[in-house]
């Protein structure tokens, strides 16, 4: 299956390829590497095969996957479906612990009001989100820790 960022790390630097062999190593379109070619992707000369240096392929990559990068600034989310970083709708965001050290903030989008998440450590989390609401859950008590028995019971 084609991926739609390809990974420049599969890139051999010191090698030349042909469109051909960039397609296969991608597993992407002949067009598609065609299109790269006059998107900017320097070729070696104007000879047939085209030949594409391993280090230009590789920089092309990087630099058409940096290209779109935005990142956020402390207290800020991206919204997947506005594709922009945003601040929380009313500075408010959950925390749901993962491991004793990290957890995940969840928040809706202003814009959209989509749910928006982002990992974070949890002692960065005073310093990031510092003047917003954050709620930590708690935990679910759990029937067997109840000192009356379950209603539901068909014990006697």
Same mark, same amino acid.
Do not use: W
């Given at each position: 299956m084609?991926?739609?960022?390809?990974?420049?790390?599969?890139?051999?630097?010191?090698?030349?390829?042909?469109?051909e062999e960039v397609a296969n190593l991608f597993g992407i379109h002949k067009?598609?590497?065609?299109?790269w070619v006059k998107a900017g992707l320097p070729i070696s000369d104007d000879k047939r095969p085209m030949l594409i240096l391993g280090s230009d392929l590789a920089?092309?990559?990087?630099?058409?996957r940096t290209k779109n990068k935005q990142s956020c600034k402390p207290g800020e989310f991206y919204c997947f479906r506005c594709r922009a970083p945003r601040s929380p709708a009313g500075e408010m965001v959950?925390?749901?612990p993962v491991t004793e050290k990290f957890g995940n903030l969840t928040a809706f989008c202003p814009?959209?009001?989509?749910?928006?998440? @982002?990992?974070? #450590?949890?002692?960065?989390l005073e310093q990031?989100?510092?003047?917003?609401?954050?709620?930590?859950?708690?935990?679910? @008590?759990?029937? #067997?820790?109840s000192l009356q028995p379950s209603v539901n019971s068909d014990l006697k």
């Open positions: 084609a991926k739609r960022h390809p990974n420049h790390r599969l890139v051999k630097i010191l090698r030349s390829y042909s469109v067009n598609t590497v065609r299109i920089d092309f990559l990087k630099a058409r959950d925390y749901h814009a959209c009001e989509c749910m928006m998440k @982002r990992c974070i #450590s949890r002692a960065k990031v989100f510092g003047k917003m609401q954050i709620t930590f859950p708690q935990a679910l @008590r759990q029937v #067997s820790d």
